[in-house]
């Protein structure tokens, strides 16, 4: 373990994770970029989608997170769990509710990073609009999202795409590299806040993106947002992507093995993007 990660601990069910690296060819990456998201976990690819992209985009989904503000402002002290009106939103299953965005999860550039980085059979795994207004200073747990709902395979992708400048300033991501090579950690519950793999780890970087532009991380890297400081709100939209066959796992891990377990495959939600590496259609 490196001093980063020195106060993880294995999740009970991660037995044998080995880190899977990525051959070329590659569609999206640079053998580079493909090496630095193995080595660090994460890779920025600045200027992915234009700015009309990113308009459009960005003119869908507000409205739609104006409903999550206001069903915020509507709960006790305005908040549920770390979800807080006026601070920060999480706006989930937006593919539900749009055509565009289903269209926008299966836009090119995408499913390229997809055949890069998951393989051909991909499957949507999970979409949400993270929008960070002015802050209330709290703190924001580091996690890995595989430690929310536990995947297996444990390694799928997530794609964090700006739709405004993302800053040290505003709420960026920031990343433990190399992390990810462990598989799944241990996480504990701080309420509200949601789960956390570790405090205070050291080696953590920013990973700063211009709007149109993507932090691509695994599923497996410890990550967080740093707190919005501007007078700005910071958007983002999340598209995470998990092969085909991929199942989330049920149970107590503190009480042995899992019980159950669900396949990833919800049509309206969890539905085919890329099949033997050719695209597919969203649902209409
Ligand atoms: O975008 C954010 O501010 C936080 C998103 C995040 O870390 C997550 O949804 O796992």
């Given at each position: 373990m490196t001093p980063a990660t020195s106060e993880a601990e294995l999740h009970p069910w991660n037995r044998g994770f080995e880190w899977q690296r990525h051959q070329g060819p590659f569609r999206a990456l640079s053998s580079g970029q493909a090496g630095h998201f193995d080595d660090d976990g994460y890779v920025v690819l600045e200027g992915v989608f234009d700015a009309g992209v990113v308009h459009e985009v960005t003119a869908e989904i507000d409205p739609l997170e104006a409903r999550t503000e206001s069903f915020l402002r509507r709960q006790e002290e305005g908040r549920m769990m770390i979800a807080e009106a006026g601070a920060i939103t999480f706006s989930v299953h937006l593919v539900t509710r749009s055509e565009a965005l289903r269209r926008f999860a299966t836009h090119p550039a995408v499913l390229d990073l997809c055949a890069d980085l998951v393989g051909p059979d991909v499957n949507l795994y999970w979409d949400q609009a993270?929008?960070?207004?002015?802050?209330?200073?709290?703190?924001?747990?580091?996690?890995?999202?595989?430690?929310?709902?536990?995947?297996e395979p444990q390694q799928y992708l997530t794609c964090w795409v700006a739709l405004t400048d993302a800053t040290v300033d505003n709420g960026?991501?920031?990343?433990?590299?190399?992390?990810?090579r462990l598989g799944t950690l241990r996480h504990t519950f701080v309420d509200p806040l949601g789960f956390e793999c570790f405090s205070d780890p050291e080696g953590a970087v920013a990973a700063p993106v211009g709007a149109g532009g993507i932090v691509v991380f695994s599923s497996l890297t410890p990550h967080l947002t740093g707190p919005n400081t501007t007078d700005a709100v910071r958007k983002a939209y999340i598209l995470q992507y998990a092969?085909?066959?991929?199942?989330?796992?049920?149970?107590?891990?503190a009480g042995?093995?899992?019980?159950?377990?669900?396949?990833?495959?919800a049509p309206e939600r969890q539905f085919p993007v890329l099949r033997g590496g050719e695209a597919v259609a969203p649902p209409d």
């Open positions: 993270v929008y960070k207004k002015p802050e209330k200073p709290r703190r924001f747990p580091w996690h890995q999202d595989n430690g929310y709902t536990y995947v960026c991501p920031w990343v433990v590299p190399g992390a990810h092969p085909a066959g991929a199942r989330t796992l049920t149970g107590d891990p042995g093995p899992p019980t159950g377990g669900a396949a990833c495959d």
